[in-house]
């Protein structure tokens, strides 16, 4: 199944709202830094994707490292974008649960400290 890390990382190099259901089940549950509650459903991870999209127009998450356990997957990566002009750089890791090859749960934890500098 390392289709699925493929298709995680051709999504990253050219991250497009409209293409989040090549990744995602429409049930999805994601839980990302910062955010109080878990977003839910394919449409509010499409939105969340959108907002990083806007202010990070050049966004983009290289893989680092991933392991697989079953239907649990870990993706380690590299974000890369542009702030106000300056590079920036942060690391992270997203743990999903596939079913049928989609995500249906995933939690996101990054180094936020690259992006508070950009805010």
Known sequence: MEQFV???????????????GELAAGDIELRYPGLPEPLRGIEAWRER???IVRRFPDVRLAVTAYAAAGDLWFVS????????????????IDRMR?????????MVAFD???LRAAA
Request: hydrophobic share 45%.
């Open 77 to 92: 990566w590299r974000g890369t974008a542009t702030a106000d002009g300056h590079p920036i750089a942060w690391e992270g």
């Open 98 to 106: 596939l079913r049928d090859g989609l995500v249906v749960d995933s």
């Open 49 to 51: 994707v959108a907002s």
């Open 6 to 20: 493929d298709r995680w990382a051709a999504f990253w190099q050219a991250p497009d709202p409209a293409r989040v």
């Open 112 to 114: 936020t400290a690259g």
